[in-house]
């Protein structure tokens, strides 16, 4: 059986440069997500939304490779951050983050087939979070965007630079700061973590 990658089929999204930015058009894709607020790094809720969203990922990549027989790499975590007024938005204080959390799912997984996963999940793991995914479409548009490497509480220079970048390129900010995690921050350095800073943005006209 053949494993479908959807990180190389869609390399410009996944993979793009680490040295600069970029603006891609990102097309409407179907996302496992979960909303919640408040400071990851203490937050229950938060760890409990990845627990329950990694549940159903991966219970969805086992029924579609035993019903469909395809099988596929199960996609990285992926959050929109944001505050109710951006210009507060601080990476110091973090307990005033809003934040969607969500797993990209292939073409070919259907709200029925989520339905029933679900089902499963919650007789076998019952993770406390489950019953707040949803199955729904995020259609993000033009962005600007670059592969970051190194820590966390490291990226507000580079964000600001890509700020500035989307404003030279004739472009204003439009929707929430969007990071997609390539690594498993519990094994991987910080220096050494990969994450794609991802802004859409909108013409100014």
Do not use: C
């Not at 997500?33 to 760890?47: A, C």
């Not at 596929?72 to 210009?87: F, H, Q, R, T």
């Not at 406390?128 to 220079?157: K, S, T, W």
Request: aromatic share 10%; net charge negative.
């Amino acid at each position: 059986m053949d494993k479908t990658d959807l990180k190389k089929e869609l390399k410009h999204l996944y993979k793009p440069s680490k040295k600069e930015f970029t603006i891609v058009d990102v097309p409407s894709m179907h996302f496992l997500m979960i909303d919640g607020h408040g400071n990851p790094n203490t937050s229950s809720n938060y760890q409990e939304a990845i627990e329950a969203l990694y549940a159903m990922a991966y219970g969805l990549k086992f029924a579609s490779k035993k019903q469909l027989e395809k099988d596929y790499s199960v996609m990285p975590l992926e959050g929109l951050w944001w505050v109710e007024d951006i210009a507060e938005f601080s990476l110091e204080n973090k307990d005033d983050w809003s934040w969607t959390m969500m797993i990209m799912q292939p073409e070919w997984i259907t709200a029925e087939m989520v339905e029933t996963v679900m089902e499963a999940v919650a007789r076998k793991k019952n993770p406390p979070a489950l019953p707040h995914i949803r199955f729904d479409a995020y259609h993000e548009g033009r962005a600007a965007q670059i592969m970051y490497i190194g820590a966390y509480n490291d990226e507000h220079p580079t964000i600001a630079r890509m700020h500035a970048f989307i404003e030279e390129e004739g472009y204003a900010l439009s929707g929430k700061h969007h990071e997609i995690y390539l690594n498993d921050a519990r094994r991987t350095a910080p220096e050494k973590l990969k994450t794609i800073l991802r802004q859409p943005i909108r013409s100014k006209a």
